[in-house]
Structures are given as structure tokens and as C-alpha cells.
């Protein structure tokens, strides 16, 4: 009977999304035991249909050898614990360290079956919130982080390269910053429901409760694993708002879609059902966390959980600039506006990436995680502003009407064939897809051209005789007369197509434009068809599938509101407002999704850039590697999908291809389903996560050495890259360096003035058809047109004192955003200013890094923005530190 239940497995699972990881008792009550193999084992079998990582809280025999053999038989990997406690009575560590280094000296415990360990569960929740020790008392803190100390010290010493950690609740990282230095992973607990919340609140609180730690862990360069986090399905408790098969499927669903989103690894608590407990209301609260019954099948809530298609990373553009949403830890946080992409080390990306929900037709911010939303203020005027998601909520639900113009996101610099007509050039249809290969021994040569493909056949077939705007269904077809492509572009995409001339627009279907494969930027006009130039590939670098082309259109965002419908949004001098729309240049905006967008990649202060070739990578520069082409140093970074993909051969994405310290990374063929494929970027240290096992960050050893993994470490040179945009919004002109003299200065400080909005003109890319080998791209940028600063209002003075006068532009960026308050000069918060021409350009920043004492450059307040996590105005401001700082820069 055993051996027909171990391999009994009642249902298999519905969800359409795999977990990371599932939290597991291996126990037999609530006062210990251990599971039998052939239970394991059944359980396993389950718990692999969902997820992909298991993790097990103590390391005692007989249990952990069972379990490393079921978990080698299922093919799962576990993430392991040591029982620590600060409570010497309860502490187990010393005991559980032996059976681990046992096993490890057994090769029972190694890098392809571990994926990481902590050294205690929930310990400092037990003395300093249970046992209300106080957080200022550290010597339970420092037991556990040298605990930590010590096991690193034996993985590092025996090559074993997953993380250790401190898993606990989120106050113990909230009141105990040492704990960031000390770990690997930050590996933190958070249970919404017991705070009395509504479950389609529960991820919303959980934001709100992880924005802090967020931060921290920036900063500090560790990666944030949600060790256990789950919602109870029966059972009621005074602090449990609902606790319902319902509610449970509601924030299981909102919770694999915000850790997706997020890029959060995590452990859902729990995989089944308890057993034993007993069955009063708070007994059933503990009983009911599993994902699973205590039979092993799958609940029918849980069964009924669909996420739905992937969201889609995208950015939002108007003119060269984006829309931006302040997060926390910003004195402005939920503030929506136009700004320049980010670029540097800044910390700011998580500002300008939307999810673009197509069936919804919502925009959610990862800084705020919360969706762009309208809303008629007390004086009947519709603003703009972001809102806690709501699917029902129409106020979130934006058309987007094309107005039958693009934008050319992304142009190969590799040879594209023509089409056999003079009306209009097109790339040639792409080859199958294989997976990249080692160098041929004999110089490589480019892959026979296919036969040009003719777009007119198929678009005529579908148009059939129709020239102009076409009404279609599955049944039957309208031609409109005298209709233009703008006017077509209006109408529903689902039953409207343009069928004139080829070279005037080609529309592109709504959902083929841009694809999960694309590539970012330059502004065309609807009239001018691509114009590839013919190039030769340079010897020696496999392309693969020739790159494409992509376009995406521009066009309105309308307003589905009920207050606000058929409103848009529109750009007045940099503000963003809900109007009536006027389908001018102020309303036009596109949607560029991040996989489209084509960056390059270089280690800080160098040019050495991430190149690929024949699947190798390695960090190097054009001049270091004979006849590098340029696409090779070129990538698309989907910060929702998780990729790096190349380029040059565009069905290769950057992969860990050794599991073990210094393993390297390569091209391999792009797959979806493969976790070595996954990294995320922090844009603050510039570090590369590598998310399936947590704790290694991507580096090189230096120019033209390959890519490889090594443990995080934010003070590693070769660790911190940054991803620049090829196609990046036009740059203003920066101010020139403050100057003074000794004349006699005025009598009053003038209030703050709003600054004039800058026109920006959009990128123009010209590509130049090299000699022999192919180049670079040559860019040619139109020069921005300034708007005329306007005269300085000077309002009825309030205190009489003597400065210098403030003659540079630089130093009247400062005049504009101080104030005089009693004497003091106080920073006011401009919303436009950008990084590098306020408040006083490079002169005031550097000032303010003195001041402060930061070695972080854009740790720093610029024009009212605050770019980093410490040295906050208001300090400056309480410390009188302001005059200094003008001083310094030369500007009083």
C-alpha cells in the first residue's frame, strides 16, 4: 500500500506560472519527527509541479539525508537551514553544522543540488517582538550574524557557491541595518494578512512594508528573497480580516504577478496542509496555508489561479523624454512627469519602467507599483497621477490610438537585403533559429542571402482591391474613400487596417509590433520607408538570424474614464495634464517596450563593453578586438523577462553556463523556461544579479577577458556596469561653471521662477555605408532649441542682504531654487530640473559630495530631485549647511 501511495500524485497543478519555491515540514507533528522516505517522496512528486526550489528549515538525520535523495530523484533543488536561536535552550546550530559539513565532505551537498542555506528562521522575530528584548540590545543580532560568518567561511573554503543568510521578518532588517553587511541574501518573512487587511490589499501592504528594505538592500548590493509569505484559506482571528479559499486564490494571484514584476525570488508558505493542530478558529488559521491538501491534491483555489500572459515592460516617450514616477524614499513619491531616460549609476531605472497590461489597457509603475490613473479634482479639472491597481477601475484604462506615424526603435548594421521594387525596402524574412556554436576552424562566411521576399503579395492578398482605409472581419470587407493613414490609425485596429500607399505607412498589426523577440531609437515620419544600408558582416563574428528591423507607432493616450472620457494625456512645457484631445505634437507618444530598446553595457569609467561573438563574451572595446562589428556590442535588456539578449545573433541571450564560482557565461539560444538565463540590474551599484541562484553578481577580470559570475560585492570594480541607451532622448545644455565678482550685489533674493521648458528635437540616426567592413553607425544630432530664459520676477523683498551677484546660468539655476526664509536659503523642489543643470551643475554637486562627505556622485540632491538613499536636503537644511554650499560652488 506504501509503495502505491509514494507514487500517488491525486492532480497535477493548474497555475500557469512556475513558483521559485515552496516552503516544506518535513515533520510528523508540531513537536518533531520525521517524514518517511516514501512520503517524501510522494510529496516531492507534487510539489515539482509547481515549483522549482524547495526549502527545509533544520539539517537533522535521518530527515536531511532523505530528503537530499527524494529532492535528487524529482530533480529539485533545495535552499537548506541550520536551526539556530539566540535562546542558548533552543539552539541547535553547533549540532546541525556538523551533519551539514558531513555531507558536504560526502559530496551529498553540493552546487547543483543547493541553491542556498540561513542559518535561523524567524529568531530575532521570537526575542525582539515576542519577547520584547530591545532592538538597541545587539548581542542576539551578533550571534546569529557570526553564525553566518562561519558557515560562509566553509563554503568559500570547500567551492561551494550558494548564499547563507539571516531569513526573518521585515522589522528585524528594518531596526538592524548590520544584518545587510552581514548577509548574502536578504531573506525576509511578510504575512499581510495578519494585519488586518483586506486580501486584494495584502501585496499593496506588502509594498508598503518592503519599500525601506528595498532601499537598504540596494545600497548594499544584496538581492531580497521573500523567504515566506502565503495566506491562510480557513480559520478567524481578531487581526485576520478574511481568511477564505477565496482570499487565498486573490493574493496568491496578486502575489505572483508583483514578485514577476519586481524580480523577487521567493518561498511560498506553504506547500501543504498541516496534519495535525487542532480544529478551533485560530487552529484552522494554521493549519490551512498549503497549496496542497493534506492528500496532496492540488486546492481548487489555487487550481484556479491565472496570472495570463505576461506583462509587458515598456517606456513611455514624448520628444526624447519619458514618463517618470518618483518612488520611495523620494520626497516626491507618486509624482508623475517628463524627464531624460535614466543613464549611469543612479538608481533612478525602476522610475520609467511601466507594465503594460494589453487586455486591461493599464500601466503599472515598478517604483510605486502602482497604475497611471486620472481623476477630477475639486475644481472639475482632470489630473494625472498614479493609483493603487485596480482592474475595475476605469480611470486606469488608456487607449492607445495610432496616428499612423513611427518610430524606427531599432536599424541592423548588417546586410539587408532589398526588396525587388522601387516602391519601398524591407529586411528579408529570418532564418530558423540555432542555438550559437563554437568558432568554425576555417574563417567563417555570411550564410547565403535568401530569396528577397516580396511584402506586396501577402499585403494585397489581404487588401485585395481596397486602397485606402479598410473595414474588415472574418466574413466580409469595407474599402473607405478618401481617408488618410492618420485617420485609419484612429479607428479600432481589430477591424481597421490602412491598404494605400505602401511607402506613405505600413501598419502594423496590434499585437506583432514590437514582438518577445525585438530590438531602440530614432523618430521617423510616417511618409519616409527604412533605409537599410548594405554593409559587410566582419570576419570572424557570427551573426545568426539577421537582426530586424522594429517600429513602433505613435500616437494619443486616451482616457477611458467615466469623468474623463476622450481626454488625453498631453506634455505642456514638461507638465503632463489631462486634456481634450487635440491630436497635436503636445498629445504624441510612443510605446517602446523594453526588449526593443538597444543598450551597451560597460564595466564604470571604462570602455569596456559586453561583446559577443560565436557565443563567447567578453568585456572589450572596438580597438582591442580587430574588426569587432558594432551590433555585437549591442543588447536588449527585458528587466520583466529577465534577459540580456544579443544583437548580432539575436537568438542568443547571456547565460551561466558552470554552476560553480567563476562560472562562465555565454550566448546560448534564448529559451523562456531556462533559469540560467536570468539576471536583473541595479542601477544604483551597477551590479548584474544573476537571479536563479542568489548571491552572484556577472564581472569580468578585466578587457578581453570572458564573462563569469562572482560573489556579490559591491566594492569590486568590475562588477559595476552600466547600461547606456543607443538611442537616448537628446541631452539639454548644460550650464556653464558659476562666476562671481565684486560688484555690488542686489538688495533681494527674487522668488523662485518655474525654468523654462526646453524644446528638444528628436534623434536623428544617419547610418553610412562603410568601405570594406562594417562600422558603427554614424549619429548626427540636431542641435535642441532653447527657449529664451525669461526676465526674473522680483517679488517685494523680505530681508535686506548683500550678495554677489549671480551672472551664469549655472548660478541662476541656484537663484531659482533657493529661498529666503528668515535669512536662511532654502532648497525648493522644481519638478524640471534634470541631473547636470541644477541647481548649479557639476560646481553645486561636487560641493554637496564635499559637504556630506559622499563617495557616491549621484547620492545627491540636483535641482530638487533626490538621486540616491542618504544625505537628505532637510539635513542640510536643519544644519544651515546650505550657504556653505553655495559658497563652495563659487556661487555667493
Known amino acids: 500500500m506504501k509503495v502505491a501511495l509514494a507514487l500517488l500524485v491525486a492532480s497535477t497543478a493548474a497555475l500557469d506560472r512556475k513558483l521559485y519555491g515552496v516552503d516544506y515540514d518535513i515533520r510528523t507533528s508540531e513537536w518533531g519527527g520525521c517524514k518517511q522516505e516514501w512520503e517524501l517522496r510522494a510529496d516531492f512528486q507534487a510539489m515539482k509541479t509547481v515549483a522549482r526550489n524547495v526549502r527545509v528549515y533544520g539539517t537533522q538525520e535521518p530527515c536531511i539525508s532523505r530528503v537530499l535523495k527524494v529532492a535528487a530523484e524529482n530533480n529539485v533543488r533545495l535552499w537548506l537551514g541550520l536551526w539556530g536561536n539566540i535562546y542558548a535552550n533552543q539552539d541547535a546550530f553547533d549540532s546541525q553544522l556538523i551533519t551539514f559539513k558531513r555531507l558536504v565532505a560526502e559530496g551529498r551537498i553540493r552546487n547543483d543540488n543547493v541553491v542556498g542555506m540561513h542559518v535561523s528562521s524567524e529568531a530575532m522575530f521570537r526575542y525582539y517582538i515576542q519577547d520584547k528584548h530591545d532592538w538597541s540590545d545587539r548581542e542576539g543580532t551578533f550571534k546569529l550574524t557570526s553564525y553566518v560568518a562561519k558557515v560562509r567561511t566553509f563554503l568559500r573554503q570547500h567551492g561551494l557557491n550558494f548564499p547563507v543568510s539571516i531569513a526573518d521578518v521585515m522589522d528585524a532588517y528594518k531596526y538592524t541595518p548590520g544584518l545587510y553587511p552581514a548577509v548574502d541574501v536578504v531573506a525576509a518573512n511578510q504575512f499581510s494578512q495578519w494585519e488586518n487587511v483586506w486580501a486584494k490589499d495584502g501585496v499593496n501592504t506588502m509594498f508598503d512594508r518592503l519599500k525601506n528594505i528595498q532601499a537598504s538592500s540596494r545600497a548594499a548590493g544584496k538581492q531580497i528573497l521573500i523567504a515566506e509569505t502565503g ?99 523620494t520626497r516626491t513619491e507618486g509624482r508623475v512627469y517628463l524627464d531624460l531616460p535614466t543613464t549611469g549609476l543612479t538608481d533612478s531605472l525602476d522610475r520609467e519602467v511601466w507594465f503594460y497590461d494589453e487586455d486591461h489597457k493599464t500601466f ?48 541592423p548594421q548588417v546586410e539587408v537585403a532589398e526588396v525587388a521594387t522601387t516602391t519601398t525596402t524591407v529586411a528579408p524574412t529570418e532564418a530558423p533559429t540555432e542555438a550559437p556554436t563554437d568558432p568554425p576552424t576555417d574563417p567563417p562566411t555570411d550564410p547565403p542571402t535568401a530569396a528577397p521576399v516580396n511584402p506586396l503579395a501577402k499585403y494585397y492578398a489581404e487588401c485585395g482591391d481596397c486602397r485606402n482605409c479598410q473595414f474588415f472581419t472574418p466574413y466580409y470587407s469595407l474599402c473607405y474613400a478618401n481617408w488618410g493613414p492618420r485617420d485609419c490609425g484612429l479607428m479600432p485596429k481589430s477591424t481597421h487596417r490602412w491598404c494605400g500607399s505602401l511607402p506613405a505607412f505600413v501598419p502594423v498589426p496590434p499585437k506583432a509590433a514590437p514582438t518577445r523577440r525585438p530590438t531602440t531609437s530614432t523618430h521617423r515620419p510616417a511618409t519616409r520607408p527604412p533605409q537599410p544600408t548594405p554593409s559587410t558582416a566582419a570576419p570572424g563574428v557570427f551573426l545568426g538570424p539577421k537582426a530586424s528591423e522594429v517600429r513602433v507607432p505613435v500616437g494619443v493616450f486616451v482616457s477611458l474614464s467615466e469623468t474623463s472620457p476622450g481626454k488625453c494625456i498631453r506634455s505642456n512645457d514638461g507638465l503632463l495634464q489631462v486634456v481634450p484631445c487635440s491630436f497635436d505634437d503636445s498629445t504624441k507618444f510612443s510605446i517602446r517596450p523594453f526588449e526593443t530598446e538597444e543598450v551597451t553595457i560597460k564595466i564604470a569609467g571604462t570602455d569596456w563593453k559586453i561583446t559577443e561573438s560565436f557565443g563567447r563574451v567578453v568585456a572589450t572595446t572596438l580597438s582591442k578586438v580587430d ?266
Open 627 to 892: 574588426s569587432v562589428h558594432p551590433d555585437s556590442q549591442t543588447w536588449f535588456y527585458d528587466p520583466l523577462a529577465k534577459t540580456i539578449r544579443s544583437k548580432t545573433n539575436s537568438q542568443a541571450c547571456l547565460t551561466l553556463v558552470e554552476d560553480k564560482i567563476h562560472g562562465a557565461v555565454q550566448g546560448r539560444l534564448c529559451d523562456a523556461d531556462n533559469e540560467f538565463q536570468q539576471w536583473s540590474y541595479n542601477d544604483l551599484t551597477g551590479q548584474i544579479y544573476y537571479m536563479e541562484k542568489m548571491g552572484l553578481c556577472l564581472a569580468t577580470d578585466g578587457p578581453n577577458q570572458p564573462l563569469h559570475v562572482q560573489f556579490c560585492d559591491i566594492t569590486v570594480q568590475n562588477q559595476k556596469w552600466v547600461f547606456e541607451l543607443a538611442h537616448h532622448g537628446k541631452k539639454k545644455q548644460a550650464p556653464l561653471p558659476c562666476e562671481y565678482n565684486n560688484q555690488p550685489a542686489p538688495a533681494t533674493l527674487a522668488p523662485p521662477v518655474q525654468a523654462p521648458a526646453t524644446a528638444v528635437a528628436p534623434t536623428t540616426t544617419t547610418t553610412v555605408a562603410p568601405t570594406t567592413t562594417a562600422a558603427p553607425a554614424t549619429t548626427t544630432t540636431a542641435a535642441p532649441t532653447t527657449t529664451a530664459a525669461p526676465a526674473t520676477t522680483t517679488a517685494a523683498p523680505t530681508k535686506t542682504r548683500t550678495r554677489r551677484p549671480l551672472p551664469s546660468p549655472s548660478c541662476e539655476w541656484t537663484k531659482e531654487t533657493v529661498a529666503d526664509v528668515g535669512g536662511k536659503l532654502t532648497f525648493l523642489e522644481l519638478d524640471t530640473k534634470v541631473a547636470g543643470e541644477g541647481p548649479a551643475g557639476d560646481a553645486i554637486s561636487a560641493a554637496l559630495t564635499s559637504i556630506t562627505g559622499s563617495n557616491s556622485y549621484p547620492s545627491i540632491w540636483i535641482g530638487g530631485k533626490y538621486i540616491g538613499s542618504s544625505d537628505k536636503i532637510a539635513d542640510l537644511d536643519a544644519a544651515g549647511k546650505l550657504t556653505d554650499l553655495l559658497q563652495a560652488a563659487g556661487c555667493l
Open 231 to 329: 495566506w491562510s484559506s480557513n480559520g478567524s482571528f481578531p487581526s485576520i480580516k478574511e481568511a477564505t479559499p477565496e482570499s487565498s486564490g486573490v493574493y496568491l494571484k496578486d502575489f505572483l504577478l508583483f514578485a514577476e514584476q519586481q524580480n523577487l525570488n521567493f518561498y511560498y508558505f506553504s506547500s501543504f496542509n498541516l496534519k495535525w493542530g487542532d480544529d478551533s478558529a485560530f487552529g484552522l488559521i494554521e493549519k490551512n496555508w498549503g497549496l496542497f491538501d493534506q492528500n496532496r491534491n492540488i486546492l481548487p483555489h489555487v487550481r484556479s489561479v491565472v496570472v495570463g500572459k505576461p506583462q509587458k515592460a515598456v517606456r513611455l516617450w514624448h520628444n526624447g523624454l519619458v514618463i517618470k514616477v518618483d518612488g520611495a524614499n
Open 364 to 411: 503599472r509603475s515598478k517604483s510605486t507599483n502602482q497604475c497611471l490613473d486620472t481623476f477630477v479634482d475639486d475644481a472639475g479639472v482632470s489630473q494625472l497621477h498614479v493609483y493603487w491597481c485596480d482592474v475595475t477601475n476605469a480611470n486606469q484604462h488608456w487607449d492607445f490610438h495610432a496616428d499612423g506615424s513611427y518610430e524606427i526603435v531599432s536599424v
